[in-house]
């Protein structure tokens, strides 16, 4: 299971708009490693997990949920490792059935690989998470001095 505690930022009655906060391995080298140079290229807009709750929360009660490891390795096969053995199956029919030249088996492997690419967005569409709440934070108060303390 992998466990996420995220921020409560919006409600829309039971349902709680949800923010991860960046992890500390993330702020420990001080933007010089690769996933923080491509955050800073692509935009480093935040988004948010709408979920329904059964009871009402506050905007900023923090949650943790958590979601099973098995969906995680299913989209990272269908993103990653179906685009590659699609177009590794179109070059070699190209080059071993059909027998084409180079340049043809160039571009079955692309055709591969969009096709790839098309069933794998398709596929992590209908895969469904199975998110489940493990505790709801109860809002802590700031402390603050009192005159005289």
């Given at each position: 299971?992998?466990?996420?505690?995220?921020?409560?930022?919006?409600?829309?009655?039971?349902?709680?708009?949800?923010?991860?906060?960046?992890?500390?391995?993330?702020?420990?080298?001080?933007?010089?490693?690769?996933s923080q140079v491509f955050s800073k290229l692509f935009g480093t807009a935040k988004k948010t997990l709408p979920y329904k709750f059964e009871t009402q929360l506050e905007v900023g009660q923090k949650v943790t949920l958590s979601l099973d490891d098995s969906h995680v390795v299913k989209h990272a096969f269908a993103v990653?490792?179906?685009?590659?053995?699609?177009?590794?199956?179109?070059?070699?029919?190209?080059?071993?059935?059909?027998?084409?030249?180079?340049?043809?088996?160039?571009?079955?492997?692309?055709?591969?690989?969009?096709?790839?690419?098309?069933?794998?967005?398709?596929?992590v569409k209908s895969l469904r998470h199975e998110i489940k709440v493990i505790k709801i934070h109860p809002i802590s108060l700031p402390l603050t001095q009192i005159d005289g303390d």
């Amino acid at each position: 299971m992998i466990e996420q505690t995220l921020t409560v930022v919006a409600l829309s009655g039971y349902v709680a708009h949800l923010e991860a906060q960046q992890k500390q391995a993330c702020e420990g080298c001080n933007g010089r490693c690769g996933s923080q140079v491509f955050s800073k290229l692509f935009g480093t807009a935040k988004k948010t997990l709408p979920y329904k709750f059964e009871t009402q929360l506050e905007v900023g009660q923090k949650v943790t949920l958590s979601l099973d490891d098995s969906h995680v390795v299913k989209h990272a096969f269908a993103v990653y490792m179906l685009p590659l053995f699609l177009s590794l199956i179109f070059a070699l029919l190209a080059s071993e059935l059909i027998q084409l030249a180079e340049g043809w088996q160039i571009l079955a492997a692309i055709l591969g690989g969009i096709t790839g690419f098309l069933i794998a967005k398709t596929w992590v569409k209908s895969l469904r998470h199975e998110i489940k709440v493990i505790k709801i934070h109860p809002i802590s108060l700031p402390l603050t001095q009192i005159d005289g303390d």
